[in-house]
């Protein structure tokens, strides 16, 4: 069986502690990742969800490693979209690093299946998140149309 991934790496002027918590704190994801937040006690195997502001589940699974503020690793599975909640769970790797007065920011999203439709969608769906959040700590805002799923009507009817 192939393996299929998506990196992505971005630097952010801001401190490891101010980034890891735009990650995972809701007040900072609902801002700048298409309006959900992320629902966790991040703790090593506790469970995890994506939720959007009309209370459906995005996506979920389990905190596999935890070093805070330096490293996440999620088991992550797709909750809505059935062909890609059909390929079953992947693996997300966030590491957090100095660099400079900045911050290094790797998102490694890797499934075990090749031409995942999972990683095509995060391929197009990552670079919009750490865009919204690498403009929401440098300059206070969030970038336009990301606080909505696009397309998404229930989603749509709720920010209106």
Excluded at 92 to 100: D, K, N, Q, R
Aim: charged residues 30%; hydrophobic residues 35%.
């Amino acid at each position: 069986m192939g393996k299929d991934k998506f990196i992505y790496v971005t630097y952010i002027r801001a401190t490891p502690e101010k980034v890891w918590e735009a990650l995972l704190m809701p007040e900072f994801t609902k801002q700048y990742w298409f309006g959900v937040t992320l629902d966790s006690d991040w703790k090593k195997g506790s469970p995890w969800k994506m939720v959007f502001s009309d209370g459906r589940i995005g996506d979920g699974g389990e905190v596999l490693e935890i070093e805070k503020p330096r490293r996440l690793v999620l088991k992550w599975r797709n909750e809505f979209i059935p062909e890609i909640k059909a390929e079953g769970y992947s693996t997300c790797t966030m590491e957090i690093e100095p660099f400079g007065d900045a911050t290094r920011l790797t998102v490694l999203h890797e499934i075990d299946k090749s031409e995942s439709k999972l990683i095509t969608a995060v391929s197009g769906g990552w670079p919009k998140v750490l865009a919204g959040l690498k403009s929401l700590l440098e300059t206070g805002e969030a970038m336009p149309g990301l606080t909505s799923v696009p397309g998404c009507k229930s989603q749509e009817a709720v920010n209106q």
